[in-house]
């Protein structure tokens, strides 16, 4: 454990005990509240909830490390690989296909036909991303590029088909639920949805620790990296299994929830020695702490409605990757 | 003994080496030397295992190296690439133990003595974003140095380097040579390849048109056969300076 991982954990665990006590109903630690409300209120509704921001965060967050490291860059994201609109689609094709489930199984419908949605999106890079390393060994060139852009693609029609699903809607009322699905939230999250995610994202992380050292060869370019002794297959595959499992639980259980995988590395970077390798585990807890302290703001912010979690979180991600920009071009980063 | 056996090289569908077969011996530095497009970068990634050959085989110690796992042949081998990147602004003692990344060790030893070999004593804790050209390429050999290879593969290490540092990085080939490992390098510089080199391959359009040591490899017949220069050696042996006439250059056939 380095020093960043040390001060997110420090922060991660101020940020819990006082999400766990903000909300509408403002729970004061030591007063004597009689024992139904509160203890209800924490351990139904605000405890699954903080537990389910920090496993999405931290999943985001360790995605968002292992893709900067791949792709050597820092302005990379895990939405490139197209695994979140991929998730979100097979999301989408449940409000159409949850009239065919037994309804023992329609509350699962959602989370399941986005993980499936994800695994069609691995599936599908798996491939090609046999065929691409395979190529750079011949020669043929391509390589990081061209997966890339792969991905790219794979995100765009996934992109198209949602939104040709919203635009064939069966009814305004699951018209209006798609939309604000997709926008990403925690709201009357359970302990269900912890269960679901929370051992996808740990195996997740897990699977990107076992990609550091290679993304740290990665550093010095493909070819010095292949010299080293990377596989470059074997890395693509860690890559598309942890972003997978990762990316494609967090939008099974929230919806899509933008930058945190682009921005919370940037915070994590200047802590460290800066090799990919000491980014992923610091970049889980930072990920954690960024998605539990802005899902407990929109829930205490005095709006009519709750705002979306994910509307927020792109609210505060956008003028931070204009700084990162502005930042970029005098050579700073 | 690192050797190319009728090796046929392909990158994007061309062939861009023919049937070359050459023995490197360890000891020595080996200059591969030819024109823009001679084949010479795809020659040293085949020799270190980077690409695959459309044909015949490269073989370290008589084993074919696209049979060898790749974490015995990066131990073995090691490579520094044309132009060599540095993604992250990472320190230098970091950017030095990378190259100990294929003995999953910490290398310690290792490490000092490579930083000590190239001078980078001072530098160690410096952001690779704050090195000078020259700096950035002593770290980069020391990133190699630091791996131990048996042969050290280098694509044009001196091209971006002042005199003084060309000829403080040859030096530095040239002690890796003395203490037993292989050197292989890339040039541009025919004078250089003259003076500093124990044999010189030169290749012509994907074929080795020489395999010989400097002073009958680089005779001013094949210079103007291979790159269309007139020209010629003044000096002596190990003091060698190339001089061309203007206008005399016959602009490459090709």
Same mark, same amino acid.
């Given at each position: 454990?380095?020093?960043?991982?040390?001060?997110?954990?420090?922060?991660?665990?101020?940020?819990?005990?006082?999400?766990?006590?903000?909300?509408?109903?403002?729970?004061?630690?030591?007063?004597?509240?009689?024992?139904?409300?509160?203890?209800?209120?924490?351990?139904?509704? #605000?405890? /699954?909830?903080?537990?389910?921001?920090?496993?999405?965060?931290?999943?985001?967050?360790?995605?968002?490390?292992?893709?900067?490291?791949?792709? #050597?860059?820092?302005?990379? &994201?895990?939405?490139?690989?197209?695994?979140?609109?991929?998730?979100?689609?097979?999301?989408?094709?449940?409000?159409?296909?949850?009239?065919?489930?037994?309804?023992?199984?329609?509350?699962?419908?959602?989370?399941?036909?986005?993980?499936?949605?994800?695994?069609?999106?691995?599936?599908?890079?798996?491939?090609?991303?046999?065929?691409?390393?395979?190529?750079?060994?011949?020669?043929?060139?391509?390589?990081?590029?061209?997966?890339?852009?792969?991905?790219?693609?794979?995100?765009?029609?996934?992109?198209?088909?949602?939104?040709?699903?919203?635009?064939?809607? /069966?009814?305004?009322?699951?018209?209006?639920?798609?939309?604000?699905?997709?926008?990403?939230?925690?709201? &009357? =999250?359970?302990?269900?949805?912890?269960?679901?995610?929370? /051992?996808?994202?740990?195996?997740?992380?897990?699977?990107?620790?076992?990609?550091?050292?290679?993304?740290?060869?990665?550093?010095?370019?493909?070819?010095?990296?292949?010299?080293?002794?990377?596989?470059? =297959?074997?890395?693509?595959?860690?890559?598309?299994?942890?972003?997978?499992?990762?990316?494609?639980?967090?939008?099974?259980?929230?919806?899509?929830?933008?930058?945190?995988?682009?921005?919370?590395?940037?915070?994590? #970077?200047?802590?460290?020695?800066?090799?990919?390798?000491?980014?992923?585990? /610091?970049?889980?807890?930072?990920?954690?702490?960024?998605?539990?302290?802005?899902?407990?703001?929109? =829930?205490?912010?005095?709006?009519?409605?709750?705002? =979306?979690?994910?509307?927020?979180?792109?609210?505060?991600?956008?003028?931070?990757?204009?700084?990162?920009?502005?930042?970029? #071009?005098?050579?700073?980063? | 003994?690192?050797?190319?056996?009728?090796?046929?090289?392909?990158?994007?569908?061309?062939?861009?080496?023919?049937?070359?077969?050459?023995?490197?011996?360890?000891?020595?530095?080996?200059?591969?030397?030819?024109?823009?497009?001679?084949?010479?970068?795809?020659?040293?990634? *085949?020799?270190?295992?980077?690409?695959?050959? @459309? @044909?015949?085989? %490269?073989?370290?110690?008589?084993?074919?190296?696209?049979?060898?796992?790749?974490?015995?042949?990066?131990?073995?081998?090691?490579?520094?690439? $044309? *132009?060599?990147?540095?993604?992250?602004?990472?320190?230098?003692?970091? !950017?030095?133990?990378?190259?100990?990344?294929?003995?999953?060790?910490?290398?310690?030893?290792?490490?000092?003595?490579?930083?000590?070999?190239?001078?980078?004593?001072?530098?160690?804790?410096?952001?690779?974003?704050?090195?000078?050209?020259?700096?950035?390429?002593? %770290?980069?050999?020391?990133?190699?140095?630091?791996?131990?290879?048996?042969?050290?593969?280098?694509?044009?290490?001196?091209? *971006?380097?002042?005199?003084?540092? $060309?000829?403080?990085?040859?030096?530095?080939?040239?002690?890796?040579?003395?203490?037993? $490992?292989?050197?292989? %390098?890339?040039?541009?510089?025919?004078?250089?390849?003259?003076?500093?080199?124990?044999? %010189?391959?030169?290749?012509?359009?994907?074929? !080795?048109?020489?395999?010989?040591?400097?002073?009958?490899?680089? @005779?001013?017949?094949?210079?103007?056969?291979?790159?269309?220069?007139?020209?010629?050696?003044?000096?002596?042996?190990?003091?060698?300076?190339?001089?061309?006439?203007?206008?005399?250059?016959?602009?490459?056939?090709?």
């Amino acid at each position: 454990m380095n020093r960043a991982s040390l001060v997110f954990a420090l922060l991660l665990a101020v940020l819990l005990p006082l999400s766990l006590l903000a909300g509408r109903v403002w729970i004061e630690p030591f007063a004597d509240h009689g024992p139904a409300n509160a203890a209800l209120i924490l351990a139904e509704l #605000r405890l /699954p909830r903080a537990v389910l921001a920090i496993v999405v965060g931290a999943g985001l967050g360790a995605a968002g490390a292992a893709m900067q490291g791949y792709l #050597r860059n820092p302005l990379a &994201d895990p939405g490139l690989f197209g695994i979140a609109p991929m998730a979100a689609l097979g999301a989408v094709a449940s409000f159409w296909l949850a009239p065919l489930l037994p309804p023992a199984w329609a509350p699962l419908g959602l989370p399941l036909l986005a993980l499936a949605g994800a695994g069609a999106g691995m599936a599908a890079l798996a491939l090609i991303a046999g065929r691409t390393a395979e190529d750079a060994r011949g020669g043929a060139g391509g390589g990081i590029a061209l997966f890339t852009l792969a991905g790219l693609m794979i995100a765009s029609l996934a992109g198209a088909l949602t939104a040709l699903a919203i635009t064939l809607a /069966p009814n305004p009322f699951a018209l209006s639920e798609i939309v604000l699905w997709l926008n990403g939230a925690l709201t &009357d =999250r359970s302990w269900r949805e912890v269960a679901i995610a929370a /051992p996808l994202v740990a195996g997740g992380v897990g699977v990107l620790a076992l990609a550091a050292k290679s993304l740290d060869a990665l550093t010095l370019g493909e070819e010095a990296a292949r010299s080293l002794g990377l596989d470059p =297959r074997r890395l693509l595959l860690l890559l598309v299994a942890g972003v997978g499992l990762t990316v494609g639980a967090g939008v099974a259980v929230a919806g899509i929830i933008g930058f945190v995988g682009l921005v919370v590395p940037h915070l994590v #970077r200047p802590l460290t020695d800066r090799l990919p390798s000491s980014l992923i585990l /610091p970049s889980a807890l930072a990920g954690a702490c960024l998605v539990l302290a802005a899902d407990s703001a929109v =829930r205490v912010l005095p709006l009519v409605t709750e705002l =979306r979690l994910g509307i927020a979180l792109s609210l505060i991600g956008a003028p931070f990757f204009l700084w990162l920009l502005l930042r970029m #071009r005098r050579g700073m980063l | 003994m690192l050797a190319a056996e009728n090796l046929v090289l392909a990158r994007g569908g061309a062939r861009v080496v023919e049937n070359l077969s050459a023995a490197l011996a360890p000891g020595e530095i080996t200059a591969i030397i030819g024109p823009n497009g001679a084949g010479k970068s795809s020659l040293l990634l *085949a020799l270190a295992g980077l690409l695959r050959p @459309a @044909a015949g085989r %490269v073989a370290l110690e008589g084993e074919d190296l696209a049979a060898l796992a790749p974490r015995a042949r990066a131990q073995a081998l090691g490579y520094l690439p $044309q *132009a060599p990147e540095i993604a992250w602004d990472v320190a230098v003692e970091n !950017l030095v133990a990378l190259g100990r990344l294929p003995w999953r060790d910490r290398g310690r030893p290792e490490i000092e003595s490579a930083i000590a070999a190239l001078g980078l004593d001072e530098l160690r804790h410096r952001p690779a974003s704050r090195l000078s050209g020259g700096e950035r390429a002593r %770290v980069l050999l020391a990133r190699v140095l630091a791996g131990t290879p048996r042969w050290i593969l280098a694509d044009e290490p001196l091209a *971006a380097l002042d005199l003084a540092h $060309q000829i403080a990085l040859l030096a530095h080939l040239r002690a890796c040579a003395a203490a037993g $490992q292989g050197v292989v %390098v890339v040039l541009h510089d025919l004078a250089l390849a003259m003076n500093h080199a124990d044999r %010189v391959l030169v290749l012509d359009a994907g074929t !080795l048109v020489v395999d010989a040591a400097p002073e009958a490899a680089l @005779a001013p017949g094949l210079i103007a056969q291979v790159w269309g220069v007139a020209a010629r050696w003044i000096g002596e042996p190990g003091a060698r300076a190339l001089l061309t006439a203007k206008g005399d250059a016959a602009p490459p056939g090709r």
